[in-house]
């Protein structure tokens, strides 16, 4: 069973599409989130929940809607991607403890 | 702010060569420190950490010691293999706010036969 699954894990879309990433976690950890690597490896947090409450928002375009059904989720929607918008997003989640255990990525390609 | 500063990569190593890894850090508060790792085409795992200054943290041969003189958590490895071939990051998180953690740049490693 795996621990923090992500959907799909490839997704190539055309500028100005709109797409969603979904992810679940078995884990039945309370604080999930998103983060953002780009072609350098550089790991950026975007959004961080608690118990379907946002609790972390970065400097992300308004174009970035996280959206957490229950715990045990946390999807993403992107409207009117862009090329900078290429990237793997990767989801996470933990449990009072700092450490986060983490999905395989799903690699977004915007042409 | 708190930041996190990696040894820039990529590394290539031989089998059975020793790494190191270094890692520096800044923060406001007392840290605790990470190191993760990320092989091919998968996600982030957990390798070692360590919470307070003077622990050592240890895992499948790789150590780390949380140097607060130093502000330093650098990776260590006496010998390492092909299948050590990953990214490495060193990171941190401060005080009681363990819903952010800050990652460094990584180091991409590469050992080859």
């Given at each position: 069973d795996t621990a923090v699954s992500q959907t799909p894990k490839y997704l190539v879309t055309q500028m100005g599409n709109d797409k969603s990433i979904k992810c679940e976690q078995?884990?039945?950890?309370d604080t999930m989130y998103w983060y953002k690597q780009d072609s350098k490896k550089f790991l950026k947090i975007m959004f961080s929940y608690n118990n379907k409450e946002l609790i972390i928002n970065e400097?992300?375009?308004?174009?970035f809607s996280p959206k957490s059904p229950d715990k045990a989720h946390l999807n993403l929607h992107i409207n009117?991607?862009?090329?900078?918008?290429?990237a793997v997003y990767f989801c996470a989640s933990s449990q009072g403890a700092p450490q986060l255990f983490f999905g395989e990525g799903s690699r977004l390609t915007v042409l | 702010g708190d930041s996190v500063t990696q040894m820039e990569g990529p590394v290539t190593l031989s089998e059975e060569a020793f790494l190191t890894i270094n890692c520096t850090y800044t923060a406001t508060g007392y840290p605790s420190l990470f190191w993760y790792v990320q092989y091919p085409g998968e996600g982030l795992q957990l390798l070692l950490k360590a919470t307070k200054a003077d622990d050592k943290g240890s895992n499948k041969g790789f150590e780390a010691t949380y140097r607060k003189e130093t502000t330093s958590f650098h990776l260590e490895k006496g010998s390492v293999q092909v299948s050590d071939s990953a990214v490495y990051f060193c990171a941190l998180s401060v005080g009681t706010s363990y819903d952010k953690v800050i990652f460094g740049p990584g180091t991409s490693l590469s050992v080859i036969p």
């Open positions: 078995n884990l039945g950890h400097t992300v375009p308004n174009r009117s991607l862009e090329l900078g918008d290429s | -």
